[in-house]
């Protein structure tokens, strides 16, 4: 069982994404939060596999939160939002969230994107990697990563994968099969000790390798 912890502040909400996650086989929610505070001390005493973490929360915001979670545990987190056009996608995503979910959000999509989250994997669409593009061209310079013992070859995978690119279209534009492309992502990761996919998009722009402009 993929066990989920939901955070949010509304319990309208919660309770209804209680009901949908208990209905779908395979997942079960171990636990409820109100806000920050409550979802990091729940994340600690229940260990689940995935969070739902809403952005604006009381005494915590989700991102706070986020962040302590992604520091302390390998729990993934899974951001939850009410706007498309969230200010905070960066900054939760920076703090180690593995993919942002609008909160009207079709339910077998949500039910979808924990089972992605849970496998490993990031929930990043093209349109959430065109909104960090531009939010790095809007920020003043900030962390360098090192792209050190990262192969030319793996900066032409890093870079895609920045640029929105699904595993398939990598492998069609470097003419490489899929296995191909899914050895040197796991190389990246361990390289660039990133969480998932979502950490690898921010690597590539803070390391310069790729340069948020609106061209990209």
Known sequence: MTRV????DQALLRGSFRVLV?????????????????AVALTRREHPDVVLMDVRMPEMDGIEATRRICAETTVRVLMLTTF???????????????????????????????????SGDALLAP????????EFARLPSGPVTRLD????????????????????EIAARLH????????????LLHKLAARDRAQ?????????????????
């Open 84 to 118: 498309d056009l969230d200010e905070y996608v960066y900054s939760a995503l920076r703090a180690g969230a593995s993919g942002f979910l609008l909160k009207d959000t079709r339910p077998a999509d949500l039910l979808a994107a924990i089972e992605i989250v849970a």
């Open 5 to 8: 912890l939901i955070a949010d």
């Open 127 to 134: 349109s959430v990697t065109r909104r960090l593009v531009a």
């Open 22 to 38: 208990d209905s779908a086989p395979g997942l079960e929610v171990v636990a409820e939060a109100s806000d920050g505070v409550e």
């Open 176 to 187: 490489v099969g899929i296995a191909t492309v899914k050895t040197h992502i796991g190389r």
């Open 149 to 168: 013992g990262v192969t030319a070859r793996e900066q032409e995978v890093l870079t895609l994968i920045a640029r929105g690119l699904s595993n398939d």
């Open 200 to 216: 690898l998009v921010i690597a590539a722009y803070e390391s310069g390798l790729v340069r948020a402009t609106a061209a990209d």
